[in-house]
């Protein structure tokens, strides 16, 4: 059964179902005034919490993302939210069962189970990390919540709501093109581009998020500039980022590191912001 008849105030809080490195919850204040002021069609190539689609709420919406277990989840939650949630209930907040449920082969469960694993290791891995080996292994230790919200059955009911709104797509973000008309909205916040050498983060998939692909990304950017779409793009503040976007609207805003293991690593740093309106 589908429940959709939840989100009846259309001013109501719905907040992202996951945890994502990266994620724009913290940030969303700061962009307010850097969305357009309508949106009615928005197209989220690297959806990861979802942050900005939950907070604009699209009469519709195309999200995608290359990491094949989330799309997995938002389709589930989307279409199954019931048997989902009743999947969820099941879980446990201890190591050993962490590590069991880490470890099963996800080729043999259905997509109920698969996302029901997906949520589970999401909310009680180590900083909410999701992150792979090449071999597309979840390998993320047990973070040791004393009560992790695994089942928030309020949100994830609203949440699938919402996403009755959205074509829900697997893939690369090369996809956006397929459906992006003028004025349509497209947000794009890939793999940053790192700081320093040592601070490159870009497992969420088995495959890395290269400085080619910061240039194939910048060619959509202009691609999409060229149609009549408004593009909106988030990244590190980085000579190589400032350079690859040359000639467009660049604001700084400020966030707060989230993955660093040392609580001095998480001190504020700039972001850049870059629009082509």
């Known amino acids: 059964m589908i429940t959709v008849s939840v989100v009846a105030n259309a001013r109501e809080t719905v907040r992202p179902p996951l945890k994502w490195a990266g994620g724009k919850s913290q940030l969303l204040k700061q962009y307010t005034k850097l969305f357009p002021e309508k949106v009615d069609f928005l197209i989220e190539p690297f959806v990861g919490s979802g942050a900005v689609f939950f907070c604009l709420r699209p009469s519709r919406a195309v ?4 990491n094949e277990d989330l799309i997995s989840f938002y389709r589930v939650l989307r279409d199954k939210p019931e048997p989902l949630l009743a999947e969820l209930l099941g879980h446990q907040n201890t190591e050993e069962y962490y590590y069991k449920i880490r470890a099963l082969d996800t080729a043999v ?5 698969r996302a029901s694993r997906f949520l589970f ?3 009680t891995a ?6 792979v080996n090449r071999k597309g292994q979840h390998n993320v230790p047990f973070g040791r919540y004393k009560n992790p919200n695994i089942a ?3 949100n994830l009911r609203k949440a699938s709501a919402l996403l009755q709104r959205a074509d829900i797509r697997h893939g690369d973000f090369s996809c956006a093109l397929d ?5 349509f909205f497209i947000y794009l916040d890939p793999p940053y581009d790192p700081l320093t050498q040592t601070a490159n983060f870009t497992s969420y998939t088995a495959a890395s998020f290269a400085g080619e692909d910061q240039r194939r990304l910048a060619g959509l950017f202009r691609e999409l500039d060229s149609r009549g779409c408004r593009v909106m ?7 190589f980022i400032r350079d690859l976007y040359s000639g467009y609207d660049i604001t700084v805003v400020t966030a707060r590191r989230s993955i660093n293991c040392r609580a001095n690593g ?3 740093v700039n972001e850049l912001v870059i629009r082509n309106y």
């Open 63 to 66: 999200i995608l993302d290359s």
């Open 152 to 154: 928030d059955e309020n």
């Open 179 to 183: 459906v992006a008309e003028p004025k």
């Open 109 to 113: 469960l259905n997509d109920i189970q």
């Open 121 to 123: 290791l999401n909310k």
């Open 266 to 268: 998480r001190s504020p």
């Open 233 to 239: 793009l988030s990244n590190s503040d980085t000579p």
């Open 126 to 131: 180590y900083n909410g990390l999701w992150r």
